[in-house]
């Protein structure tokens, strides 16, 4: 089993769409969570952080975390275009005294006009 | 802020042979990581340091990878003899606190 799930998608979405995005995970130990946007041929920039369960909201980016049943979500408002990309959820834990960040699949969505 | 600078970008060779990619980090960041992303999935890690120090390279194959961070900034990457599968991006990153990790362009490596 994975430690991080993703659904791989690809999704697609007229814009001006909600976007939901979703990953489960294993491992109790993990304290932060991240979300990733990736364009094509570049390296993943970092989109939200989250720590707690709980919303923490940027802009049209709303990212969820339930701790009870390890489920993390980014939602998206109002999607353009520009928020093509593959989409990579993530979870960081301690391991041996070093930080481990531990990546699920990546979900591909492409926004059309 | 410079970000984290890799080279080379794209790297086409025969297997068998050998690659080394190089990674400079953000300035002032002590903890490296290199991932390994294949085509449609997600970064694995492959190795990290932290200051010149490995922490963790537990998914490295060591048979053929071996990596190297000299004086704590630097590292580079090595691939010898390279097979089909390691054809994927080789991506560097670094973080400060090791909660917020950011990441180069990558290393496009394909084997032949």
């Known amino acids: 089993q994975k430690e991080v799930e993703q659904d791989p998608g690809p999704l697609s979405v007229p814009e001006g769409a909600i976007v939901s995005l979703n990953c489960t995970y294993s491992n109790s130990a993990f304290q932060y969570f991240m979300w990733y946007r990736q364009y094509s041929r570049k390296g993943p920039e970092l989109l939200m952080y989250?720590?707690?369960?709980g919303n923490k909201e940027d802009g049209r980016f709303t990212a969820q975390v339930d701790k009870s049943s390890k489920y993390i979500s980014l939602f998206i408002r109002d999607s353009q275009p520009s928020d093509s990309a593959t989409y990579l959820c993530a979870a960081n834990r301690l391991r041996g005294g070093a930080q481990k960040l531990v990546f699920g699949q990546g979900t591909r969505l492409t926004i059309n006009p | 802020e410079a970000g984290v600078a890799q080279s080379p970008r794209y790297k086409i060779i025969e297997k068998r042979q050998s690659v080394a990619f190089w990674c400079n980090p953000i300035s002032g960041h002590a903890t490296l990581y290199w991932y390994q992303q294949i085509l449609g999935q997600g970064p694995k890690l492959l190795i990290q340091?932290?200051?010149?120090?490995?922490?963790?390279d537990s998914q490295l194959p060591k048979d053929r990878f071996s990596a190297e961070r000299l004086k704590g900034v630097d590292s580079t990457l090595k691939i010898q003899p390279a097979k089909l599968e390691d054809s994927a991006v080789y991506l560097c990153a670094s973080s400060f606190s090791g909660n917020t990790i950011y990441f180069g362009e990558g290393s496009w490596l394909t084997v032949v």
């Open positions: 989250t720590y707690s369960s």
């Open positions: 340091f932290q200051n010149n120090g490995v922490v963790d």
